[in-house]
Structure formats: structure tokens, C-alpha cells
């Protein structure tokens, strides 16, 4: 449905509704404006993740030249856990896990889609490789990177992280039992029938090639929000072969960069990865590996969606449709 009235979408990885106001694209806006970014340099002595420089708790980074990983000084789980209160109706359980910082590169002034095809091939490399190691002991490995202050990030420094832990986050969970009923309904995984969807359509495809598809998917609610998804049957990260992952890094920089032309700035934007928990052993069949990039930019670099008022209490709502939103990505790639 493409129409220019108010409709509703449903996710199909969550079951959740979302409403499409197309209209309310022409209301004048008077919202919040974002200062310009400043000059980023090659090194900031003050920044805890350039190398070289002491971090918050005392350590030295040492002088990279690549990827650097090291545990989160400030980490949302630890290894160990105390019995928390039982009572029938306030559910409480221990959650124990670890997390990592992912710096991409040394240079400060470096992206995800400034970096050069081999320096982002590395980056995927070390994403597989934490799947992996921390999949062995922990029941989901989730990795992500937040970047620009917009979206909460701490350090302008290229970087990621991951958390893993001993249970699967609520919005997984939710993304595992959608795709096994579908597969155990259809025989297919649900990606790869929405990917075939897609395809068919054409107004949301984004950018594609022979191992991944970009879409802005049907339900999308970031105005520029976009799906990858692996045109491939794997499942998780360190699935991936060495093609993929060439693959993948040449894509990821050409939809990057394509955002960062979007409004001729640096485009904010959460990424995350989600593949079979680890939880789930061989039990894999219904899983795609995909990945959400989830930017808040809606008209300009200064003007962001807010998910507040209906959204926080309602249901998630968005004014420009997914295909206009796909329409100009596509324009923008390079």
C-alpha cells in the first residue's frame, strides 16, 4: 500500500502495528534544531578510545593500528549475579553477561562509512569472531554501534560494542518465535520470504548484490530507517564466508556514505545485528542474519523524529512513507 492517506502497517519480525500519516509530511515544523557539527581531528588527547590515551578507569589504550577490543569499563552486565526477590507478581531474575568496546580504527575522525573497504572487512571479521567467542559461553551476543551524540554515543570515536549475556533480550525473543512460525508454517524463513517480497516490489529496495538486500522495510518507523538482510542462507555472524563479508563491507560503505549525503552530514543512526540466539544451538533453520539501522533524521540534519506523545502511548507513527524514504536513499547512493 502506497497510498497518501492514513493507513497501518503490521512488523513482521514483532507482530507490532505501526500508523502511516502521509499527509502530515506537508505540516509547517517548528522543532528542535541541532547545532553543526564541529571539526573532528585525526587524534583528540582527550578522547578515552584514541591510542595512547588513558581511559576513565586508569588503563592505556595501547597504539592500535586497526580494530582494539577491550572489556567496558562502565559494563551493563557482569559475570556475576546475586538471587534477586521472588514475589508472584514483581518478577525479578539475575542477568549475568560481558561487554566489549569495538574501536574501529585509530583514526578519531574515522566512520563505519569513511573507512576503506579492507579497514571495514577487519570490522566484520572482529563482529564474526566476538559472535563466535562470546556465543560459546553466553545464551545471545548482540552488536551494535551507536553513533553521533543524537543517538547517546559517548565518544565521537569510531566504535562499537557488545553485549552478551545469559539470556535473550525481549525484542529477539520476540524476532525467534515470529520466525519459527513462519517457518513452521511456510517451510521458509520469514526474511527470506519478505526478501523475495521486496524484490517483487521494488519501491523499498534500497541497494542489493548478489549475497544482501537493503530494504526500507514495509514496516519501518525511523523515517530512514533500513533492513539488511543476507540474500544467503546463514544465520549467524561467523556464518559468514569470506565472500559475504567482502560483501558486506563494500555494501555497507556505499549505504553509509549514501546516508551521509542524505542531508550533507553525519548521519546518526543505531545498527544493530541480529541473528539465532546462541541459546538455540543447531535450532536455526527459521533464522536469517539481518541487521537494523535505525537513524532519527527525518527533514534535515537539525530536525529529528521524537517517538514521544502517540508513540510512547499508543503506537509507533510516521509521516513519510517507506517508499519515499527508500525513493531517496536510492538517489543519494554512490
Same mark, same amino acid.
Request: aromatic share 6%; net charge negative; proline share 9%.
Given at each position: 500500500?502506497?497510498?497518501? @492517506?492514513?493507513?497501518?502497517?503490521?512488523?513482521?519480525?514483532?507482530?507490532?502495528?505501526?500508523?502511516? =500519516?502521509?499527509?502530515?509530511?506537508?505540516?509547517?515544523?517548528?522543532? *528542535?534544531?541541532?547545532?553543526?557539527?564541529?571539526?573532528?581531528?585525526?587524534?583528540?588527547?582527550?578522547?578515552?578510545?584514541?591510542?595512547?590515551?588513558?581511559?576513565?578507569?586508569?588503563?592505556?589504550?595501547?597504539?592500535?593500528?586497526? @580494530?582494539?577490543?577491550?572489556?567496558?569499563?562502565?559494563?551493563?552486565?557482569?559475570?556475576?549475579?546475586?538471587?534477586?526477590?521472588?514475589?508472584?507478581?514483581?518478577?525479578?531474575?539475575?542477568?549475568?553477561?560481558? @561487554?566489549?568496546?569495538?574501536?574501529?580504527?585509530?583514526?578519531?575522525?574515522?566512520?563505519?562509512a569513511s573507512l576503506d573497504d579492507s579497514a571495514r572487512n577487519?570490522?566484520?571479521?572482529?563482529?564474526?569472531?566476538? =559472535?563466535? +567467542?562470546?556465543?560459546?559461553?553466553?545464551?545471545?551476543?548482540?552488536?551494535? *554501534?551507536?553513533?553521533?551524540?543524537?543517538?547517546?554515543?559517548? =565518544?565521537?570515536?569510531?566504535?562499537?560494542?557488545?553485549?552478551?549475556?545469559?539470556?535473550?533480550? =525481549?525484542?529477539?525473543?520476540?524476532?525467534?518465535?515470529?520466525?519459527?512460525?513462519?517457518? !513452521?508454517?511456510?517451510?521458509?524463513?520469514?526474511?527470506?520470504?519478505?526478501? !523475495?517480497?521486496?524484490?517483487?516490489?521494488?519501491?523499498?529496495?534500497?541497494?542489493?548484490?548478489?549475497?544482501?538486500?537493503?530494504?526500507?522495510?514495509?514496516w519501518a518507523a525511523w523515517p530512514f530507517e533500513t533492513l539488511?538482510?543476507?540474500?544467503?542462507?546463514?544465520? +549467524?555472524? *561467523?556464518?559468514?564466508?569470506?565472500?559475504?563479508?567482502?560483501?558486506?563491507?563494500?555494501?555497507?560503505?556505499?549505504?553509509?556514505?549514501?546516508?551521509? !549525503?542524505?542531508?550533507?552530514?553525519?548521519?546518526?543512526?543505531?545498527?544493530?545485528?541480529?541473528?539465532?540466539?546462541?541459546?538455540?544451538?543447531?535450532?536455526?533453520?527459521?533464522?536469517?542474519?539481518?541487521?537494523?539501522?535505525?537513524?532519527?533524521?527525518?527533514?534535515?540534519?537539525?530536525?529529528?523524529?521524537?517517538?514521544?506523545?502517540?508513540?510512547?502511548?499508543?503506537?509507533?507513527?510516521?509521516?513519510? @512513507?517507506?517508499?519515499?524514504?527508500?525513493? +531517496?536513499?536510492?538517489?543519494?547512493?554512490?
Open positions: 500500500m502506497t497510498g497518501a @492517506t492514513p493507513h497501518r502497517r503490521q512488523n513482521l519480525l514483532t507482530g507490532e502495528w505501526l500508523l502511516v =500519516s502521509p499527509q502530515r509530511m506537508a505540516r509547517p515544523w517548528q522543532g *528542535e534544531a541541532a547545532p553543526a557539527a564541529p571539526a573532528v581531528p585525526s587524534h583528540d588527547p582527550d578522547c578515552h578510545l584514541c591510542p595512547g590515551n588513558a581511559r576513565a578507569d586508569g588503563q592505556r589504550n595501547p597504539d592500535y593500528a586497526g @580494530t582494539f577490543v577491550f572489556p567496558n569499563d562502565f559494563p551493563a552486565l557482569l559475570n556475576t549475579a546475586e538471587p534477586t526477590d521472588q514475589h508472584p507478581l514483581l518478577r525479578e531474575a539475575p542477568a549475568r553477561g560481558e @561487554t566489549q568496546v569495538i574501536c574501529y580504527a585509530p583514526d578519531h575522525a574515522a566512520s563505519l577487519a570490522i566484520i571479521d572482529c563482529w564474526c569472531d566476538l =559472535s563466535a +567467542r562470546l556465543g560459546a559461553r553466553w545464551a545471545h551476543v548482540q552488536i551494535f *554501534e551507536n553513533r553521533g551524540a543524537m543517538m547517546g554515543a559517548s =565518544s565521537p570515536h569510531p566504535h562499537g560494542q557488545c553485549w552478551a549475556g545469559d539470556f535473550v533480550p =525481549s525484542l529477539v525473543a520476540r524476532e525467534d518465535r515470529r520466525q519459527r512460525a513462519h517457518h !513452521a508454517a511456510a517451510g521458509r524463513p520469514l526474511l527470506a520470504d519478505v526478501a !523475495a517480497a521486496e524484490l517483487a516490489a521494488g519501491v523499498r529496495v534500497v541497494v542489493q548484490d548478489p549475497h544482501w538486500l537493503v530494504v526500507v522495510p514495509h539488511i538482510i543476507a540474500r544467503d542462507d546463514v544465520r +549467524r555472524l *561467523e556464518d559468514l564466508d569470506g565472500a559475504q563479508r567482502a560483501a558486506l563491507s563494500a555494501l555497507l560503505g556505499r549505504l553509509l556514505r549514501g546516508c551521509d !549525503a542524505l542531508f550533507d552530514a553525519p548521519f546518526p543512526y543505531s545498527l544493530g545485528w541480529h541473528g539465532a540466539p546462541h541459546a538455540n544451538g543447531d535450532d536455526t533453520a527459521h533464522w536469517r542474519l539481518h541487521a537494523h539501522i535505525l537513524p532519527p533524521l527525518l527533514r534535515s540534519a537539525s530536525v529529528r523524529k521524537h517517538m514521544v506523545g502517540f508513540e510512547l502511548l499508543a503506537e509507533t507513527q510516521r509521516d513519510l @512513507t517507506p517508499e519515499a524514504a527508500a525513493e +531517496r536513499l536510492r538517489a543519494v547512493l554512490k
